[in-house]
């Protein structure tokens, strides 16, 4: 009977988004109004996310009757119900603002507004069904680390994640790009470049990070499936990678906005990364006693059965980067460039990635489990965020200072290139969404 439950509210469920994809397809190719998404044929849009979103929570309603209390089984329900909604609602205005209500001065707040509470939804409910699994008993743990779900997987859910950061910085990176210009697609071969050059980069500082471990057997060098992935050596390789394809095929666009655009959002894809040391149970920090493990609640019960390693509950180091570096590029992107427009210069907010991501690993570093502290004397991590940290600083001190001396230098000349590029940059003339 379960099976066939799934079987058929599977369909519908993939029906209902498929049929909704098409919809909101058809409607950006459409010159209507964005008034009319409500409106006529048009309804099928929010009709698809209902149906899409009542089968989805059937899919789980023979899990949540399998708990044996009701509460388990309340949260399964409620999670899985509105989880799907806010998650379909926020995919669909997704699209819409990507490729459509962007160019809408009205419905750019509107859907801006959309996109930030149903994402914020989105993952409140996933923790209230995920945490309804866990407390129904039907997630086992340690979670599994990839698919299928066994001992060995064939794709694991580290590398999904590290892809799936990936493509968010590109959508995030792309839609500024679009804005400014009036086209998708800029970066599509800089990302075919730069994606591959990152994961390369990240094996490489590994390996150097661990020469102790890999030295004179090259065969375990080249071998990634044992894991083993420095992500400050996949960043540095990725943004080297990415500028000088910028630079040689990109001419006609200007390279400090594109700076500022794209480093910062690698936060965001280190954010998603650290689910993938989650699942597979790395980058944590000491014991925890039991007497003390209360004192955690905040943390969600799935993320907290998954800490207990060798029985022992540890400190979710992963989780707390994830969320510093979130911060860090809301910081950057919100508080630095757009509150300090006026103040700020065109590579401030790339440089301020290195000052941000170096600070985080500085003091993160020396408190995870030295079993995942790099080098022979477990401090290459901590001594590269160091330096990492110093030439951001530096390089936002030199970047002001050289600024305003050729500014002053060519002011007998008139407004300099400089000058008029920055307030270019400042006063977003130019794009074709003034936000």
Do not use: C
Not at 157 to 174: E, H, R
Not at 326 to 336: E, N, S
């Amino acid at each position: 009977m379960d099976l066939a439950m799934y079987i058929i509210f599977g369909i519908i469920t993939v029906g209902a988004i498929v049929y909704g994809v098409l919809s909101v397809r058809s409607f950006i190719k459409e010159e209507s109004d964005a008034t009319t998404l409500f409106k006529g044929k048009n309804l099928v849009i929010p009709g698809m996310i209902a149906v899409g979103g009542v089968s989805f929570m059937l899919l789980f309603l023979p899990l949540a009757l399998k708990s044996q209390t009701l509460f388990p089984k309340f949260m399964i329900t409620l999670g899985a119900l509105f989880f799907s909604l806010s998650l379909f609602t926020f995919l669909t205005f997704f699209f819409l603002h990507y490729y459509k209500f962007n160019v809408d001065k009205v419905w750019v707040k509107r859907t801006k507004i959309t996109l930030y509470i149903t994402a914020f939804l989105s993952i409140v409910f996933a923790v209230i069904l995920l945490d309804g699994l866990t407390y129904g008993g039907v997630l086992k743990f340690p979670l599994p680390q990839g698919i299928p779900f066994g001992d060995n997987p064939i794709v694991h859910f580290y590398a999904l994640f590290i892809l799936g950061g990936a493509l968010l910085v590109l959508a995030i990176s792309d839609h500024e790009f679009y804005k400014k210009y009036g086209k998708h697609g800029i970066l599509e071969n800089v990302f075919y470049v730069a994606f591959p050059a990152g994961i390369v980069g990240a094996r490489v500082w590994y390996v150097i990070g661990e020469w102790h471990v890999f030295a004179g057997d090259f065969s375990k060098m080249i071998d990634f499936r044992d894991g083993g992935l420095a992500i400050m050596g996949g960043a540095m390789f990725g943004i080297i990678a990415g500028v000088l394809f910028f630079l040689k095929y990109r001419k006609e666009y200007d390279p400090f906005f594109a700076a500022d655009v794209i480093v910062p959002t690698i936060l965001v894809a280190q954010a998603i990364g650290r689910f993938g040391n989650f699942t597979n149970q790395e980058v944590y920090g000491g014991i925890i006693p039991a007497s003390e493990i209360g004192n955690y609640w905040l943390i969600p019960a799935f993320i907290k059965e998954n800490m207990f390693i060798a029985g022992e509950f540890r400190q979710p180091f992963f989780l707390y980067e994830l969320l510093l570096n979130l911060t860090g590029y809301f910081v950057i992107r919100f508080a630095i460039g757009e509150g300090l427009k006026k103040y700020r210069k065109p590579l401030d907010m790339a440089f301020m990635y290195l000052v941000w991501y170096g600070a985080v690993r500085f003091v993160m570093e020396p408190l995870r489990d030295p079993i995942f502290r790099m080098g022979e004397t477990n401090v290459w991590s901590e001594y590269n965020a160091l330096i990492l940290l110093i030439v951001g600083v530096l390089a936002i001190i030199g970047n002001h200072v050289i600024r305003y001396a050729l500014k002053d230098k060519q002011t007998e000349n008139g407004v300099s290139i400089t000058d008029s590029a920055e307030r270019n940059e400042n006063d977003g003339s130019g794009d074709v969404d003034v936000e």
